[in-house]
Structure formats: C-alpha cells, structure tokens
C-alpha cells in the first residue's frame, strides 16, 4: 500500500509539473509578409511544403509542436530559421541574394540537409520528393545565364588591374570579426581546384596551404587535419567573342583554417571573409561565421568541404625536370566555353613575379604550365562547373640570350608528349604568354 501511494505521489506531482510547464512557453508570432519570392506556383509549392514552417512568418504549427517542452524545441527552430533565412522578408535582399539562397536551398534540399529529418519525422508532408527536387532544378536552370562580352565589366577589371601594385600594400589588413587574420600568402600556395559558377557569373580558384597539400598527396582528407588551410578567390567573368571566358574583377578571398578544438562550435573550422582590393572584412559580428556552417552543411559527411582536389597534382602527372610540380603558381585560369574545357595558367617564381607586375615579356628561365581539363558538372553544387579529366599540359620555357622559347605538350591518359608543328608552337606559345595575371591582392 505505501508503495502504491509513493508512485500516486510522484504521478500527481509530475503530472502537476507537466500542466504548470504548459504555462511557462515562449512566444511565437508570425510578423507581416513584406516580401515573397517571385516564383512560378509550383517552385513555391516545394518551398512552403519544406521551409515555411521555420523560414517564414507564415508558421504553422501542429498541435503536439505547441505543448511544452516540445514548443522550446520548435521555437528555438523558428528563431534560427528565420535568422538564416525569411522567405516573407524577401523584399529584404538584393537581386543577386535571393538568387543566392535559392540555389543554397536546393543543395542543401539535394544532401538531405534540409528540412531536418527530426522535422520531416513528425511532420511527413513536408518530405521532399524527387519530383520535388526536379521541380526546382528545372526552374533554376533557367537562372543560369550565359556569359556574354560587357564591355563596361571590361573596363572595370582594367582598372582595377591597372590599380592593381601585389608587393605594395602599406595599410594592415583588417581581421574579421571573429579575430581571424589576413593570411596574404595564400596566392603563393599550392592550386587544389577550380570552379565556374554559373549561377552567379564568378570564377573561383581554391589553394590550400602546405598541410593540406600533404593531405591530398596522402588520401588523408575526411576528416581533413588541423593546420589545413584553404583560400577560395572568386572573379566576375569576363567573356570575348571567342568564347573565351577569363577572370575579370577581383571579387573576395574566403578562407577555411581546420583547427578541431579551437574551432569546435563552427565544425571544426575557422571562417573568414575579406571583399573587394581594398580587403573590407565580411560579417557585422562573429555570428556571421553561422553563414558559412549552413551553407557548408550538406557536406557534413566530406568534413563540410566542398571541393573536390583536381586531377593535375605530383601524383597524377610525371614529374620530370621539364615539369617541375613543385613551382606551380597560380597566374590566372580560364574557361574555353565551345571546347568544354577549363584551365589554370601556372608558373615558377620568375614567371609570376614578372605575371603580377605586367611585365611586357618574361624574363629568361621563367616557366610557364597551362593545364587544361574538360569541364563537368559538380556534383555538390547545382550551377557550378569544376575540372574533369586532364586533357593536356603544356609549357613554355624561356632561355637566355632571348633564344625562341621551348614549347612542349603532354596529352592523353598517360600525358606523353606530343609531337607539334612549329606553327602549332608558336600560335600556343602567343596564346600562354598573352595571359593576364589574375588580380590578387
């Protein structure tokens, strides 16, 4: 008998607490919507089925979402959501943004990222369906548009470029909010990838530091190791009549430092931004590092790293005196739009030295190495263009006493050199060495 009224005791008394918790809940409104995404019916559909719930003033809440304590779970949902992302404050962004955030809500939607499966576990109509998926594919592949010649985004890369002196900055650079620093040597690091966005009309090419090198020469890359540091620099493109497409103004430079401890609350990595040449750092406060974590959410399981290392390291070409992997530096990179192909334009020290200030030819003993690869989709990002298959390497070699440069090709799987007319050499030979540097201040 005492022993059933203890348990009466406890029940009375948790059931007590449980009907006194309903009482104490936060407060959920829904504000007014000054702004939605102008949207065919159907693409709106998928978003107010799997984001509305938490990415909108529109909330619409279940009845077991509003009892306590499952309502402070919700909540703290909504908040965030809201915070990253309100589809009823689109009025809020610039053209350029909400284009954005709708290719960032597909490939977070394609990697099962988001809605979050807690969600779509008690909330099934909010699962997506492959249907779905295509749904927004089909309308943001209209968004993709072609790069065409503009001479006014030509005029601005030349003067940017003209302005443009690499040994010459006097003002320290700002850190970004959350106290990481400027890292300028990373143009002098070692190339791991590239990529043509054509959501957003940039390229971009990505360098990782001496530790990351490694890690890619090692296959030790998921998770990557501390020390490991990547900068991504991002250029408008620029387009002539050729088809050609090459970096126009210096966009920003974005960094990712892997440090597991220190950098635990962000996923083990350190964040940071700066744009434009004059090097403005990003983020009003050190909050805006959340942007990146859940914009690199849907790679959670390739340690929230996107980029996949090229096919062109030491491991994959061979390393002859000619080659000489190790002074690869990055001069600029490039996008033969009717070949399908994409490249980066690379050289030893005496090469880029001389690339960087614009010298009018380059000094004896520069070496320069254009690697070329047919161009593919990425598979982690819609829109986004990356190298495939190596389909060549070619380098010129400049001697002294103003002898013809050296030209030579490799080409094929196993990169053997081909055998060229001198006619082919000297109009590939033009074709390198008119290259601009890419600005990287």
Known sequence: MKRNKTWKVVLLITAGCFIALQFI????????VTGEPDVPPEVSSV?????????????????FDQVSPAIWLVAGHITEGRQVLNFSNWDSLSKDQQKGKLFESLNQMTFNAMPLSQYTALHPGARLTTEDITVLKNYLATQLLPVKPD????????????????????????????????MPDYKNWEAISSTQRLDNGTM????????????????????????TVFAKIAWDELADTAGNIAPGEFKQVEFMIKDSHKYAATKGWGWARWKGTDLKP???????????????????????????????????????????????????????????????LYG??????????GAASYPADALLTLVTWKQQADDHWFGAMIPGRVAS??????????????????????????????????????????????VMP
């Open 282 to 344: 990003y983020g009003k406060n050190a909050m805006f590092t959340m942007e990146c974590v859940n914009c690199h959410q849907p790679m959670r399981n390739n340690d929230f790293v996107f980029t996949t290392p090229t096919q062109h390291t030491a491991a994959s070409l061979p390393d002859t005196p000619f080659l000489k992997l190790s002074e690869w530096k990055v001069i600029a990179s490039g996008v033969q739009k009717d070949l399908q192909t994409m490249s980066t």
């Open 204 to 227: 971009r090419v990505i360098t990782g530091n001496d530790i990351a090198v490694k890690a890619i020469r090692e296959h030790t890359t998921n998770p990557w190791p501390d020390g």
């Open 393 to 438: 390497v070619e380098q010129v070699q400049f001697q002294p006493g103003n002898a013809a440069p050296l030209y030579k090709k490799y080409t094929g799987n196993n990169l053997v050199a081909d055998k060229n007319s001198e006619e082919e050499a000297q109009r590939r030979i033009a074709y390198i060495t008119r290259q601009r540097a890419s």
């Open 25 to 32: 809940r936060p407060r959920i409104t829904n504000p007014p």
């Open 348 to 357: 030893n020290e005496r090469a880029v030295a001389s690339a960087r200030k």
């Open 47 to 63: 978003l107010r089925k799997a984001c509305y719930d938490c990415h909108s003033n529109e909330t619409h809440l279940a009845w």
């Open 151 to 182: 001479s006014s985004k030509t005029a601005a890369a030349n003067r940017q470029y003209d302005a443009w002196k690499p040994d010459a900055r006097v003002v320290p650079v700002q850190p970004v909010p959350n106290g990481i620093g400027y």
